[in-house]
């Protein structure tokens, strides 16, 4: 069965490598269905990464993903989940250059905070982010792909 996960390109990859990561993204077979770029306010940052705010690098990681615009994609595939993740790679892009030299994490993060791109590590935080991100509560002017 077709999976969906929310895949996120960050502020620090978007300026840079959009092109060559959506390039990838349809060469490994996933449709994008949702596709949206937008800046996350202040007050969205902290809802998408409520899961971290004990974390003591909260405060930096929504400084650094309100800085400027993402690219926000809805990835449709079997095992989406799964598949897209094991493309980013592992988070800290030390880690990731010697397990996976061809992840996107190895390939376009400059550290562990600017960490090129994200994704959902469930199905059902999958679910959650898409509707906080495409859902009605979100205004922002947003392209369906196919
Ligand atoms: P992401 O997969 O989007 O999920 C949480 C994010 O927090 C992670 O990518 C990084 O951007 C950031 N992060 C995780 N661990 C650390 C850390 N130890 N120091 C700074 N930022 C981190």
């Known amino acids: 069965p077709k999976q969906q996960t929310l895949a996120v390109i ?33 007050e969205m940052a ?3 990464y409520k899961d971290h705010r004990d974390k003591p690098f909260f405060s930096q990681l929504v400084e650094f993903m309100s800085r400027g615009p993402c ?5 449709t595939k ?10 980013m790679g592992p988070t800290d892009p030390d880690q990731a250059m010697v397990t996976s ?5 190895a390939r376009f993060a400059s550290n562990i905070l600017h960490n090129s791109v994200h ?10 982010k898409i509707c906080l991100i495409f859902g009605d509560i979100c205004t922002d002017s947003e392209l369906t792909v196919d």
């Open 46 to 48: 902290e809802e998408f």
């Open 10 to 42: 960050k502020p620090d990859a978007l300026e840079k490598h959009k092109e060559m990561i959506l390039e990838e993204i349809h060469g490994r077979g996933f449709s994008v269905t949702r596709l949206k770029e937008t800046v996350l306010s202040r």
């Open 119 to 128: 994704g959902s590590s469930n199905e059902q935080h999958a679910e959650e």
């Open 101 to 105: 030299p061809n992840s996107m994490r």
């Open 78 to 87: 079997e095992n989406a989940v799964e598949e897209w993740r094991a493309m």
């Open 71 to 75: 690219m926000m994609l809805v990835l």
